[in-house]
C-alpha cells in the first residue's frame, strides 16, 4: 500500500488542477452576466479569529448597501476584499442587470484566469508525477 501513495497523490493533483480549470472556464463563461456597475457604501466590517488548527489568523469580511433602479440591497456581504477599506467607503462592483442579487468584484477575468493557470500548472506537475511514479512502481 505504501507504494500506491505517490500515485494517489498525483492523480489527486490531477483532479484539483482539472477541478480549478473548469472552476476558471466557467467564471469566464459567466463575466458577460454581469453587464452593469454599481457603487456601494461600506456600512459594516466585522472581524473575526479563524482557528486554523496550529495558528489563527484574523478574518475581515465587509457589508455593502446598494440600490439599483430604486431597490436597496442593504447590509450584502461585499465581493470587494481590501484591508485598506472601512465604514463609509464606497467600492465598484458589476452586478447582473437582470439578477441584482448577484454580484462580483471588477476583477472577473484576472480571478478566473488565476485559476486556470494554478489549475493547469497543478494538472501538468500531477500527470508528470503520476507517470514517473507508474514507471518507478514497475
Known amino acids: 500500500m505504501k507504494r500506491f501513495i505517490p500515485i494517489i497523490f498525483s ?5 484539483f488542477g482539472v ?6 472556464i466557467h467564471t469566464l463563461s ?3 452576466l454581469y453587464d452593469s456597475t454599481v457603487t456601494a457604501t461600506i456600512v459594516d466590517v466585522e472581524e473575526h479569529w479563524e482557528d ?11 457589508f455593502i448597501d446598494y440600490e439599483i433602479d430604486g431597490v436597496k ?3 450584502v456581504e461585499s465581493p470587494v476584499q481590501s484591508s485598506n477599506l472601512g465604514v463609509g467607503d464606497t467600492v465598484d462592483i458589476l452586478y447582473q442587470s437582470k439578477n ?26 500531477g500527470c508528470i508525477s503520476t507517470v514517473r511514479s507508474v514507471i518507478k512502481f514497475r
Not at 11 to 15: E, I, P
Not at 100 to 125: W, Y
Request: no cysteine.
Open 30 to 32: 459567466e463575466k458577460d
Open 73 to 75: 440591497y442593504e447590509h
Open 19 to 24: 477541478i480549478f480549470i473548469i472552476s476558471g
Open 100 to 125: 441584482p442579487e448577484k454580484i462580483s468584484s471588477q476583477n472577473i477575468t484576472a480571478g478566473a484566469t488565476i485559476f486556470i493557470v494554478v489549475g493547469s500548472l497543478v494538472a501538468i506537475g
Open 52 to 62: 486554523n488548527g496550529e495558528d489563527s489568523s484574523l478574518v475581515t469580511t465587509y
Open 11 to 15: 492523480v489527486l493533483a490531477v483532479v
